[in-house]
């Protein structure tokens, strides 16, 4: 009995594989689609005029100086979060595997450091930065660019 649920088991899965004349499709990178990586801030009580002045001010103007892609920032009127900054990811997820910086984001630190006076006074700034978020939550994401053609 078991030599035979076995062998009609095997069966199943021999028809459910290519055959010799089937071929299967070679990998295919999606090439609708746009890459996200979406960070939602809460600042601490009295600190978001702070938070919004280092991003404006300082981050989004390095950004444009080292010529990387530009996140879209957004400053919600409704729901539990102070800040929402959407980065996009031109290489998709991969641009994700540095452990550090991504090489764009060295670039914008660099810039960062020459307008603020070093890589010290970098850091610091950075660390205030994170000093003023009380919680914070980060999605991945895709947009579909042919929707709607």
Known sequence: MRFFALSILAAGLALSMPGSAQ?????????????????MWKF??????????IWHNIYLPAMREAGIPLPTVLHPD?????????FPLPGGYSDLHYTNFSPSDAKWWAVVGRK???AAKAEALGEEMERLIAR?????AHEHLDVGK
Do not use: C, F, H, Q
């Open 78 to 86: 409704t729901g539990e979060w102070d800040m929402v900054i959407i």
């Open 23 to 39: 071929t299967i499709d070679a990998p295919k990178m999606r090439e609708d689609a746009r890459y996200l990586d979406v960070t």
């Open 136 to 140: 914070k939550d980060r999605y991945l």
């Open 116 to 118: 603020v006076g070093g």
């Open 44 to 53: 601490i009580p009295n600190s978001t005029a702070r938070a919004k002045d």
